[in-house]
């Protein structure tokens, strides 16, 4: 227990009067550390694409990417920015009546890639709206040229801005194999830019994509521990219908490494045990629709159950989000 307690401090998470700590850092209490309260993102599909699309460095876009998949039913890029807000605070009020404030989540394909005024009027209902308390931005590392950097350091002074950038693997190998039309180091010179402004950094991990395995992930969390990073998420691979990884994993699943719910809570732990306890972990798994799936290993379970295991894993381990980082 002293070890948990040094770590729950280290992380700023231990409740002193109830004496109850967090075995990981959750994003939802660093936005509670950020905001004094609870907030809720809305996802908003701005009608962006990506120029690993539309031909611009590539196209057909990444083999296992389709953003139908998860995006909500509210979210439509016909809609404007604003009705897409407003339909979002009325779906979440009535699921998360505890949220006190949102951020406007730009989700679906690049949402940098346009002209910086262009991104400002996109942006402008969001900014404006008196619920919306920060924006928080998805999009690719080789979409962020300075001058956007430049235009979201000035209005981070006004709000919270966050960028997440979908980087998936460290391997060059797997990102050209996935057809992301970049290599690491795109990814790693866009983190430094975004850190070196004081905007909050995010970024996005794929585990099972093809030719990669368990063990060279918990060789990798060494070199994501040095990212300049503020928040991570994590999804393990899941095949969807239509896409390009469909028909490479029907041709062939060899290279494909499948998680079981059971082995994936096993892996995510140990990975979690590594991981830099400064990082907030947004998700640890993703969820897409049983429709929307080739194969199905985890059946209907939804995103919190899979999120009880593993916080029942990590009490059984009596371990915690950093402690092989903190004491190897």
């Known amino acids: 227990m002293a070890y948990i307690l040094h770590f729950v401090l280290f992380c700023g998470e231990l409740t002193i009067f109830s004496y109850t700590v967090e075995r990981y850092f959750s994003y939802k209490n660093y936005l509670i550390k950020q905001f004094g309260a609870r907030m809720q993102k809305l996802t908003i599909d701005a009608g962006f694409t990506c120029p690993n699309r539309d031909g611009f460095i590539g196209l057909h876009g990444c083999t296992y990417c389709d953003n139908q998949a998860f995006n909500p039913s509210y979210c439509m890029p016909k809609k404007s920015v604003l009705q897409q807000l407003e339909e979002g605070i009325e779906f979440h009020k009535n699921r998360y009546r505890r949220a006190e404030g949102y951020l406007a989540y730009f989700q679906a394909y690049s949402n940098t890639y346009a002209s910086i005024e262009k991104l400002k009027g996109i942006y402008q209902s969001a900014i404006e709206h008196p619920l919306i308390k920060g924006i928080v931005i998805g999009t690719r590392p080789d979409c962020l040229e300075d001058e956007k950097l430049d235009f979201f350091a000035e209005l981070a002074q006004k709000m919270f801005v966050s960028i997440e950038i979908g980087i998936e693997s460290i391997h060059d190998e797997t990102l050209h194999r ?11 010179d866009a983190l430094q830019r975004i850190s070196a402004r004081n905007i909050h950094a995010g970024a996005h991990f794929i585990f099972g994509l093809p030719e990669e395995n368990p063990e060279m992930w918990l060789k990798d969390v060494e070199i994501i521990n040095k990212l300049p990073l503020n928040s991570i998420k994590f999804h393990q691979l899941q095949i969807i219908k239509g896409t390009q990884m469909e028909k490479e994993y029907l041709a062939n ?21 590594r991981l830099n306890p400064n990082f907030a972990i947004e998700r640890f798994a993703g969820e897409v629709p049983p429709r929307f799936l080739t194969v199905n290993h985890w059946g209907t379970i939804r ?15 009596d371990t915690w989000q950093g402690m092989r980082y903190l004491y190897s």
């Open 178 to 188: 996935i057809n992301r039309g970049h290599d690491f180091q795109c990814a790693v």
């Open 253 to 273: 699943s060899k290279p494909f490494f499948a998680f079981t719910m059971d082995s994936y809570i096993e892996f995510i732990v140990d990975f979690a045990e």
């Open 303 to 317: 995103y919190d159950i899979v999120l009880q295991k593993i916080i029942k894993e990590l009490k059984k381990r």
